[in-house]
């Protein structure tokens, strides 16, 4: 029988702030270089015995979501759209009843999609352990065996002593715990990291639902039954959705259910809650040195340095457990020990409405992405990337004028009804007003310099007529 793998794919991205923000959140990008998080969590459910994944994300993500899982030659299967963030119960309650309609017996596998674990094979055996259970109407969760006293995480207590890759009782979930009470629970040796990973059938995970959480069932269902086909994406009712409770499925359900269990793990794993996992997981030195991009250390010790910019050099003398972060927009320099605070940085930010506590300062969209360059008080400058095929949508501008030079590939431009074709150092200008489109005709990647100047300059100052991506104003 083959598992269907339901990616959990929203999250606010501020622990790992700057590189990870609200609106490109850490699954989407590659700590650790090659694939994603988000890529390699989607790969190690893929291939033989797995069907094609559920992905559940927001409006925002769609098509970064479709994007990632071709550019890993993975089938997109559904992907979920929720209207606004309701936390994990609602989500995988949407996803089960999805696949309830196909299937009432489908096995899922939930999980995060920003998690590390190397050894795939190793997951997929954990994951085959846990099958048996499952099937015979349990919900199984996937704890990790303590290497030390971490307070980070939440811990599941078993019934027993942990036994890795056998199914054991679960007697309790334990919220994340104080130092001395992390000490205790690992020398005890019945305690699990809580990795947030299920294993059930949808029969089992909807009933259990129903009997614990029935406030939750009938607004998400209405919002399944009502959902709208969208670009093969399918938008969850978002008035039914509305009167969800945001509530986590561990909250919801997994504390109140009597037939769970868990399945230790003792590979590793990591869920790179802070920087200072990152760390961990960036093959420090001897020195416990770490380095990233174009990042160079002078004398340090126990230090990471990454710099995610190809024009920016970061550099660290006689350093001793310092974090510090170079994006081309913003820079974080962190003591190690306070790496879990660094929420506190972005809630600092967005008091002062500075753009960078939530914003990515390369903005994807579905037909490719843009740099802003340059900003002054009547004029942008920006780098465009279009896709090969791909198009803006036909649209206007109430406050600006745009000036368009083409540096590389070939861009096919409408203005007012007339198009043409604009090659590499060629440049044609969008008056104030003006209906315009801009396509990729060609096989590479079309890059464009953009000049913007007028009154003003905010992404929604945009009237679309026609758009192949199926975008109104305000998405």
Known sequence: MQITPVLMCGGSGTRLWPMSRESYPKQFTSLKGGKTLFQESVGRLSGEGFAPPIVVTNSDFRFIVTEQLLGAGIDPGAILIEPDRRNTAPAVLAAALHAFAENPDALLIVA??????????????????????????????????????????????????????????????????????????LAAGNYLWNAGIFLFTARAVITAFEQHAAQLADPVRKSVENAKADLGFLRLDPASWSAAEDISIDHAIMEKAKNICSV???????????????????????????????????????????????????????????????????????????????????????????????????????????????????????????????????QSHFHRSEHWIVVQGTARVTVDGTQKLVAENQSVYIPLGAVHRMENPGKLDMVLIEVQ??????????????????RNETD
């Open 112 to 185: 995060p999609s920003d998690h590390v674990i190397p050894d795939a094979d190793a997951f997929r055996a954990a994951i085959q352990a846990g099958t048996e259970r499952a099937l015979a109407g349990d919900l199984v969760t996937f704890g990790i065996v303590p290497t030390h006293p971490e307070t980070g995480y939440g811990y599941l207590q078993l019934d027993g002593e942990a036994e890795p890759g056998k199914p054991a009782p679960l007697s309790r979930f334990v919220e994340k715990p104080d130092a001395a009470s992390a000490a205790k629970m």
């Open 264 to 394: 230790p793990f003792e590979g590793k794993w990591s869920d790179l809650g802070d920087w200072n996992a990152v760390w961990a997981e960036s093959n420090p030195d001897s020195d416990g040195v770490a380095t990233n991009g174009n990042a160079a250390a002078i004398d340090c010790k126990d230090v990471l340095l990454r710099s995610e910019s190809a024009g920016q050099q970061i550099v660290g003398l006689g350093l001793d457990g310092i974090v510090a972060i170079a994006m081309p927009d913003a820079v974080l320099v962190a003591d190690k020990s306070r790496t879990q605070d660094v929420k506190k940085a972005v809630e600092l930010l967005k008091s002062q409405q500075a753009p960078q506590a939530v914003q990515f300062p390369r903005d994807h969209r579905p037909w490719g992405y843009f740099d802003s360059l340059a900003t002054g008080r009547r004029f942008q400058v920006k780098r465009i990337v279009v896709k090969p095929g791909a198009a803006l949508s036909l």
């Open 453 to 470: 100047t007028g009154s003003y300059l905010g992404e929604d100052d945009i009237v679309r007529y026609e758009d192949v991506y199926a």
